[in-house]
Each structure stands twice: as C-alpha cells, then as structure tokens.
C-alpha cells in the first residue's frame, strides 16, 4: 500500500513539541515511517515535495527531510495530467494550489492514503466530495491513520 506525506509531515519534528497534539502527531509519523521502513508500505515522493523542500530556508530541516526521502519507493513527476488534475481539485475545494499539486500527484501515483496535519484541507475535500478526483485514496491526519488503519484500540 502506497502512502503519500504532505510536505507539513516531514516538518513535524521540527514543531513545538510541548504541544500536545504536535508530540502526538510526531510519534505516530515515526511510527509510519519505521512501517515504511519494514516495507509494510511504500512511500512516493514527488516533485512538488523536492521543490518545497529546496524551498526551506533551514538546511538542517531541508537535510533531514532529503534524507527522508531516500525512503520513497516511488517519486512523481511533473505531467499536464496532474496539473488538470490539480485545477480541478482547486475549482471544487478551498485547496490552495500546493496542496491540490500534493493531492494530484498522490492520485497520479495511485497511492492508497494521503497523510497531512492540515485538518482544513482534509475537511475542505472531505466536505466538497471530491470522490472522482481523490479516486480511492483516504485522507488521514497521521494519529487517525495509526488508530484506525492499524485498528489500534483507544480508550475514550
């Protein structure tokens, strides 16, 4: 199963840890990523990810992800298909264009789930049911990935 990461996953680490939600979050993307690296899914890297990241003005940050990216088993080119494909995303949803860029390369690479800590841009698809666009894939935010892809029990 393919797994594509919002540039804002690979940044985690580099958040406000004493922040609850943040620490979470970055404990179940390491837990993702040491999944990945037992190949129990395969990550896909693409050239909107390389761009934003050569964008980052942290090269310790900018070094790190690099090194992260080494794990993809797949990266994804630019083509006019995402490009349509992205615009469509944007005339049906709030998405901005990077993140319909993200969005359209994980379809293009037929990944099964999109992972982002961006909880406006999951409910902006979600709520505007981009179905047909998003094809099969399911977007998680990472602590909802673990808990309910890896059926994780939590007690409420």
Not at 77 to 100: C, F, H, V, W
Request: net charge negative; with cysteine; charged share 30%.
């Amino acid at each position: 199963m393919k797994i594509y990461f919002d540039m804002n996953i690979y940044n985690r680490v580099f958040d406000d840890q004493t922040q609850m939600r943040i620490r979470f979050e970055t404990m179940a993307i390491d837990i993702i990523f040491e999944l990945i690296e037992k190949e129990k899914y395969e990550l896909v890297w693409s050239f909107i990810l390389e761009f934003e990241n050569s964008m980052n003005p942290y090269n310790n940050r900018k070094t790190y992800i690099k090194t992260l990216s080494t794990l993809a088993k797949y990266t994804i080119e630019p083509s006019e298909e995402i490009r349509k494909l992205a615009k469509s995303i944007m005339a049906k949803s709030n998405a901005k264009e990077k993140d319909a860029l993200h969005l359209a390369s994980s379809v293009y690479g037929k990944c099964d789930y999109f992972i982002t800590c961006d909880d406006k841009l999951i409910a902006t698809i979600i709520g505007n049911r981009l179905d047909k666009e998003l094809d099969h894939i399911k977007l998680f935010n990472p602590i909802d990935f673990i808990r309910k892809e890896m059926l994780i029990d939590v007690i409420e």
